[in-house]
């Protein structure tokens, strides 16, 4: 069976603070991992994927096989990036959306 | 075009009426997803339709049933839901396959009286 985790429901920074959103994984194979963030009002979005190895809008994540987890990093964090942000795995081997969701973070960046 | 759009946004229905869901994308995605989002609770997959055909049934009860009638429409119909089934309901678009990403629509938000 597959996990999400993100064990902080709420995190709280202060602009320019440096921001890590916590994702632990359990799946057998070998995974594909997301992070999909969804603003006030706006659908949910990707923001990134550990397959791509970008950095958006500041944000990177790496994908730690052997502690199996993900987490989101930003070094100085906007009041903009207040937001709900998920982590996502989907199998490999099987079609991108087909996603298994941890219950979210929700980041609030303060002035 | 990179939207997925679903229709109605709001939708209040009794629990003896029939009513659909409306998912649209003209990315040429060949799978199509829905997703059921309870308050403050994260997505949780439905029914993923790879090549117009369904691929997986999460265990969803028979009051929900998907329709893929093309590639660029996927519709979810209802009919005697309960109150529990109250939640939005997200609809999401990919190519098939691995190595891409998922497009999310803003969802339809399903209230049941």
């Known amino acids: 069976a597959q996990r999400v985790t993100q064990p902080e429901k709420l995190l709280s920074v202060f602009k320019g603070a440096p921001v890590e959103l916590k994702c632990n994984y359990s799946?057998?194979?070998?995974?594909?991992l997301f992070w999909y963030v969804q603003y006030s009002r706006q659908r949910l979005q990707l923001l990134l994927r550990?397959?791509s190895r970008e950095s958006i809008k500041g944000f990177t994540a790496d994908l730690n096989k052997g502690e199996t987890s993900f987490h989101l990093k930003k070094p100085f964090a906007q009041e903009e990036d207040s937001a709900m942000y998920y982590c996502?795995?989907?199998?490999?081997?099987?079609?991108?959306?087909?996603?298994?969701f941890g219950d979210g973070t929700t980041l609030t960046v303060k002035p | 075009d990179t939207e997925v759009t679903q229709t109605p946004k709001h939708l209040v229905m009794g629990m003896t009426n029939k009513k659909s869901l409306k998912c649209e994308q003209h990315?040429?995605?060949?799978?199509m997803y829905w997703y059921k989002q309870k308050a403050k609770k994260p997505p949780e997959l439905m029914f993923v339709?790879?090549?117009?055909?369904?691929?997986i049934n999460e265990s969803v009860p028979s009051r929900f049933s998907p329709e893929c009638p093309n590639s660029s429409l996927l519709n979810l119909h209802l009919h005697a839901l309960q109150p529990e089934d109250s939640a939005l309901y997200l609809c999401?678009?990919?190519?098939?396959?691995?190595?891409?990403?998922?497009?999310f629509g803003q969802g339809t938000r399903l209230t049941v009286v």
């Open positions: 999401a678009s990919s190519r098939a396959g691995r190595d891409t990403e998922a497009f």
């Open positions: 799946y057998s194979g070998s995974p594909e």
């Open positions: 550990h397959i």
């Open positions: 996502a795995l989907s199998g490999r081997c099987t079609n991108a959306g087909k996603s298994t």
């Open positions: 990315m040429g995605h060949r799978a």
């Open positions: 339709y790879s090549y117009e055909k369904l691929s």
